[in-house]
T-cell receptor, first 114, second 113 residues
Framework: DAGVIQSPRHEVTEMGQEVTLRCKPI?????LFWYRQTMMRGLELLIY????????DSGMPEDRFSAKMPNASFSTLKIQPSEPRDSAVYFC????????????FGQGTRLTVV | GENVEQHPSTLSVQEGDSAVIKCTYS??????FPWYKQELGKRPQLIID?????GEKKDQRIAVTLNKTAKHFSLHITETQPEDSAVYFC????????????FGSGTKLNVKP
């Protein structure tokens, strides 16, 4: 397996534009997580899915953020409209099985909103 | 939710010395404690983890200790090497079975050659 795959790797967009980040988890993994990493706030959990169902989105900062997981192999994180303070590295991670196990992270998407 | 505190935020050691990073957590139900290493510009990757049924786990130069009573766990790196330089994160789950991890704020380890 190629691991967790995120796209794009880098995104530069203008304030007010819509941004969509994509993630393909490891095949067979049933939990998927979106994290945001900044120098100031570290690694923040935004939302996580279990068996494609959003379990907890309490970390989503504002209504401008939304996430979907239409099937077991694909998830999106959308920001609309984007703002400069959304600039960060966004990681997707997936884990296998119930119970606590290793989280495999994607390479991340570095988002810059100008 | 779980509150995970990690310290120190930065740690500088001489090559060959040991490094210790500590974390505390708040949820007494937490039972799985992983440590991740993140090299500059790369993704976090698991280096070692421990479950609550043991007090210590070792993997070559890396060890993790857990004190459930005090609700703290530590990462120990012995005989440090320059390639150990990275940011290290501890994590603890907020809910059993759902892998909702709360990460510590990270420790930037610098190993000086």
């Amino acid at each position: 397996d190629a691991g967790v795959i995120q796209s794009p790797r880098h995104e530069v967009t203008e304030m007010g534009q819509e941004v969509t980040l994509r993630c393909k988890p490891i095949s067979g993994h049933n939990s998927l997580f979106w994290y945001r990493q900044t120098m100031m706030r570290g690694l923040e959990l935004l939302i996580y899915f279990n068996n494609n169902v959003p379990i907890d989105d309490s970390g989503m900062p504002e209504d401008r953020f939304s996430a979907k997981m239409p099937n077991a192999s694909f998830s999106t994180l959308k920001i609309q409209p984007s703002e400069p303070r959304d600039s960060a590295v966004y990681f997707c991670a997936s884990t296998a099985g119930a119970g606590n196990t290793e989280a495999f992270f994607g390479q991340g998407t570095r988002l810059t909103v100008v | 939710g779980e509150n995970v505190e990690q310290h120190p935020s930065t740690l500088s050691v001489q090559e060959g010395d040991s490094a210790v990073i500590k974390c505390t957590y708040s949820d007494s139900a937490s039972n799985y404690f992983p440590w991740y290493k993140q090299e500059l510009g790369k993704r976090p990757q698991l280096i070692i983890d421990i479950r609550s049924n043991v007090g210590e786990k070792k993997d070559q130069r890396i060890a993790v200790t857990l004190n459930k009573t005090a609700k703290h766990f530590s990462l120990h790196i012995t005989e440090t090497q320059p390639e150990d330089s990275a940011v290290y994160f501890c994590a603890a789950p907020g809910e059993y079975n759902f892998n909702k991890f709360y990460f510590g704020s990270g420790t930037k380890l610098n190993v000086k050659p």
